[in-house]
């Protein structure tokens, strides 16, 4: 009890009267944790063991257990490592995209402006969107008779999403346009907090722009840009709802789609499981790392 | 930011505000084509060259409540003439609105339905998550807590969870329990999901609370309750509603659970309008005027939100 009293002695007067600090922290975090558990971490428990067997939820048979054989087959199906494949080509991609879009708007409206807030705010507009609903209208825009972006690029009846090729920089397209305002608003914090008298030093030295961006703006707005190239990583990597929407395309499928068809329309439940748990282990990864960043920023 | 000084900064300046301006149009013409789409008359939705300049009817969103059948010949002008607007605007568009045979009511499409659903949803979802989270934030803020980076991390990372992963084992209990599709079942989901965030950024703003506050007050007399109530509360309240409005958003938004967890009874908007596509009438005006209406609360949000996307984006790692 006494090393949660801060300030308070356990019998001081406050202390003695109505709940003690030590009944009150308890009665404050252990609902929420209580609650994560039993929502998050039962769930993933019940679905490891499920992991080890052949269990199919469309059927009423028992489950069987077959031990490893779920991870061997998933590990070694090569159509597994092609959706690994197209998820890592989607993610370098739509995160590439990001951080030049988002970055260069971010050196774009570095500078004093007319109506800056309101153009940083109808910027961001696309990230707030649903990605269902944005995947939607995208479908709309990519239409190859009729959609605005073949005719406003003069591209006659190009077929964005029926083309196999062309299909997954569609997808990661969107993406870009959703979240590189994202990393625009990361940037510009950035951007802002480049003390101003290292470009003055600089400007004193005769450093070219070259030299000054390479040497002062992106080193100290690395660690800020780092956060949102995690978080936009992992982000990516879970991709599922505007990808699922846009395209059929087996060349667009991700994992987060391969892993929602296996369970949920073919009901090879056992297997998914121990698919998702594979995920699982890539997304505590990255989680890990990113959290790390995040405390480092906060830290300064 | 430096002053602007020589001529060539000047016209450096000058194309760079040129870039952003063409920046913002492009970044700002899909939310403009969806919302103008939801404002045409079916046979301008999918012209070439696309339909700038049009007549605005709200004949989209009249067909988006109802469910409609083609008409097989010309309406007569007496009942034409006794319909509402709305059904006016239907009939312009050579179809009729179903009616139920024995009572003749107008038969809704289903959209309304899923519309409150998303509602009901989000709002309580959001409640629960919010309350939750400013108890757990506040313990954390001013209470040492074994293993508290641990517990925070563990926190975090139950909202990184893909939610597929989650749904696999959640729709087996949630069928073995009767769960599934009902709004207890996705509120819970949403909850859990939010809760994570709600306690990160919710324990940033309550950090920045002066201990010195609630300390005064308990020298003062106050119990730890009263003093968390009565002083920590209103000061964190910007915070709060800052934090209720990205969990309602998040909650709103959510496609994947929704598109798992619900069929019919406690489906939300966002499974629904992708559904309408290829359906028998489906039409791109009555699609967007869905997604329009589903959007217009998160712009408006959004610019409430604009001074807090930062810190809520970074989990409240970075503040302005």
Same mark, same amino acid.
């Given at each position: 009890?006494?090393?949660?009293?801060?300030?308070?002695?356990?019998?001081?007067?406050?202390?003695?009267?109505?709940?003690?600090?030590?009944?009150?922290?308890?009665?404050?975090?252990?609902?929420?944790?209580?609650?994560?558990?039993?929502?998050?971490?039962?769930?993933?428990?019940?679905?490891?063991?499920?992991?080890?067997?052949?269990?199919?939820?469309?059927?009423?048979?028992?489950?069987?257990?077959?031990?490893?054989?779920?991870?061997?087959?998933?590990?070694?199906?090569?159509?597994?490592?092609?959706?690994?494949?197209?998820?890592?080509?989607?993610?370098?991609?739509?995160?590439?995209?990001?951080?030049?879009?988002?970055?260069?708007?971010?050196?774009?409206?570095?500078?004093?402006?007319?109506?800056?807030?309101? *153009?940083?705010?109808?910027?961001?507009?696309? =990230?707030? +969107? /649903?990605? &269902?609903?944005?995947?939607?209208?995208? !479908?709309? @825009? #990519?239409?190859?008779?009729?959609?605005?972006?073949?005719?406003?690029?003069?591209?006659?009846?190009?077929?964005?999403?029926?083309?196999?090729?062309?299909?997954?920089?569609?997808?990661?397209?969107?993406? *870009?346009?959703?979240?590189?305002?994202?990393? =625009?608003? +990361? /940037?510009? &914090?950035?951007?802002?907090?480049?003390? !101003?008298? @290292? #470009?003055?030093?600089?400007?004193?030295?005769?450093?070219?722009?070259?030299?000054?961006?390479?040497?002062?703006?992106?080193?100290?707005?690395?660690?800020?840009?780092?956060?949102?190239?995690?978080?936009?990583?992992?982000?990516?990597?879970?991709?599922?709802?505007?990808?699922?929407?846009?395209?059929?395309?087996?060349?667009?499928?991700?994992?987060?789609?391969?892993?929602?068809?296996?369970?949920?329309?073919?009901?090879?439940?056992?297997?998914?499981?121990?698919?998702?748990?594979?995920?699982?282990?890539?997304?505590?990864?990255?989680?890990?790392?990113?959290?790390?960043?995040?405390?480092?920023?906060?830290?300064? | 930011?430096?002053?602007?000084?020589?001529?060539?900064?000047?016209?450096?300046?000058?194309?760079?505000?040129?870039?952003?301006?063409?920046?913002?149009?492009?970044?700002?013409?899909?939310?403009?084509?969806?919302?103008?789409?939801?404002?045409?008359?079916?046979?301008?939705?999918?012209?070439?060259?696309?339909?700038?300049?049009?007549?605005?009817?709200?004949?989209?969103?009249?067909?988006?409540?109802?469910?409609?059948?083609?008409?097989?010949?010309?309406?007569?002008?007496?009942?034409?003439?006794?319909?509402?607007?709305?059904?006016?605007?239907?009939?312009?568009?050579?179809?009729?609105?179903?009616?139920?045979?024995?009572?003749?009511?107008?038969?809704?499409?289903?959209?309304?339905?899923?519309?409150?659903?998303?509602?009901?949803?989000?709002?309580?979802?959001?409640?629960?998550?919010?309350?939750?989270?400013?108890?757990?934030?506040?313990?954390?803020?001013?209470?040492?807590?074994?293993?508290?980076?641990?517990?925070?991390?563990?926190?975090?990372?139950?909202?990184?969870?893909?939610?597929?992963?989650?749904?696999?084992?959640?729709?087996?209990?949630?069928?073995?329990?009767?769960?599934?599709?009902?709004?207890?079942?996705?509120?819970?989901?949403?909850?859990?999901?939010?809760?994570?965030?709600?306690?990160?950024?919710?324990?940033?703003?309550?950090?920045?609370?002066?201990?010195?506050?609630?300390?005064?007050?308990?020298?003062?007399?106050?119990?730890?309750?009263?003093?968390?109530?009565?002083?920590?509360?209103?000061?964190?309240?910007?915070?709060?509603?800052?934090?209720?409005?990205?969990?309602?958003?998040?909650?709103?938004?959510?496609?994947?659970?929704?598109?798992?967890?619900?069929?019919?009874?406690?489906?939300?908007?966002?499974?629904?309008?992708?559904?309408?596509?290829?359906?028998?009438?489906?039409?791109?005006?009555?699609?967007?005027?869905?997604?329009?209406?589903?959007?217009?609360?998160?712009?408006?949000?959004?610019?409430?939100?604009?001074?807090?996307?930062?810190?809520?984006?970074?989990?409240?790692?970075?503040?302005?």
């Amino acid at each position: 009890m006494a090393d949660v009293m801060t300030r308070l002695e356990p019998n001081s007067r406050a202390a003695a009267r109505g709940l003690s600090d030590l009944s009150i922290r308890n009665l404050f975090i252990i609902p929420t944790i209580t609650f994560l558990i039993v929502f998050n971490v039962f769930p993933l428990i019940y679905s490891l063991y499920t992991g080890f067997t052949d269990y199919r939820a469309s059927t009423t048979a028992p489950a069987n257990w077959v031990g490893l054989a779920n991870f061997r087959e998933l590990l070694s199906d090569p159509f597994i490592w092609r959706n690994f494949t197209i998820t890592a080509k989607y993610v370098v991609i739509s995160v590439t995209g990001q951080v030049i879009v988002g970055f260069g708007l971010a050196m774009l409206l570095n500078r004093p402006m007319a109506l800056k807030g309101l *153009i940083t705010t109808l910027l961001m507009l696309p =990230m707030m +969107l /649903s990605p &269902a609903v944005v995947g939607l209208f995208w !479908k709309l @825009l #990519y239409d190859p008779s009729f959609g605005i972006i073949n005719y406003f690029l003069g591209l006659g009846k190009f077929e964005w999403l029926a083309d196999p090729q062309m299909a997954l920089w569609a997808v990661a397209m969107v993406d *870009i346009w959703m979240w590189s305002p994202f990393v =625009m608003l +990361l /940037s510009l &914090a950035g951007l802002s907090a480049v003390p !101003k008298h @290292l #470009y003055e030093a600089a400007e004193i030295d005769r450093a070219g722009p070259f030299y000054t961006f390479f040497r002062i703006t992106l080193p100290l707005v690395a660690p800020i840009l780092m956060i949102a190239i995690i978080f936009r990583t992992m982000e990516a990597f879970k991709t599922f709802d505007h990808a699922y929407i846009l395209s059929s395309q087996p060349t667009t499928e991700l994992i987060a789609i391969r892993l929602y068809k296996m369970a949920f329309l073919e009901w090879q439940t056992g297997l998914s499981s121990a698919f998702a748990y594979i995920v699982l282990i890539v997304v505590v990864a990255i989680t890990n790392i990113y959290v790390k960043y995040l405390n480092k920023a906060k830290a300064r | 930011m430096a002053e602007i000084k020589t001529k060539g900064e000047m016209l450096f300046n000058r194309g760079a505000i040129l870039a952003v301006v063409v920046a913002l149009i492009i970044m700002l013409t899909p939310i403009y084509w969806i919302a103008a789409t939801s404002f045409k008359a079916r046979n301008l939705a999918t012209t070439i060259p696309p339909t700038v300049v049009f007549e605005p009817t709200l004949a989209p969103f009249a067909k988006l409540f109802t469910k409609r059948s083609q008409l097989r010949e010309p309406v007569a002008p007496e009942v034409y003439e006794a319909a509402p607007w709305w059904e006016k605007l239907i009939y312009d568009g050579g179809e009729q609105v179903v009616r139920n045979k024995k009572t003749n009511e107008p038969t809704s499409s289903g959209f309304g339905n899923r519309y409150m659903n998303s509602l009901i949803v989000s709002i309580i979802s959001t409640f629960l998550a919010v309350s939750m989270g400013t108890l757990t934030a506040y313990g954390f803020s001013r209470f040492r807590v074994p293993g508290e980076q641990d517990w925070l991390f563990f926190i975090l990372s139950t909202r990184m969870l893909p939610p597929v992963v989650v749904a696999i084992p959640m729709f087996l209990m949630y069928r073995a329990v009767g769960l599934h599709d009902t709004h207890i079942g996705l509120i819970i989901l949403y909850t859990a999901f939010n809760l994570s965030f709600a306690v990160w950024i919710m324990k940033g703003f309550i950090d920045e609370i002066p201990r010195e506050y609630e300390e005064a007050a308990l020298v003062d007399g106050y119990t730890r309750m009263e003093a968390f109530f009565k002083i920590v509360l209103p000061e964190a309240l910007t915070g709060i509603a800052a934090t209720a409005v990205f969990c309602f958003i998040t909650a709103w938004n959510e496609y994947a659970f929704a598109l798992m967890m619900t069929s019919k009874n406690a489906q939300t908007a966002p499974p629904y309008i992708p559904s309408q596509v290829g359906s028998g009438l489906s039409d791109w005006t009555v699609i967007a005027s869905g997604a329009f209406l589903f959007l217009v609360p998160v712009a408006i949000f959004t610019f409430l939100l604009r001074n807090h996307l930062l810190r809520g984006m970074s989990f409240g790692a970075i503040r302005k």
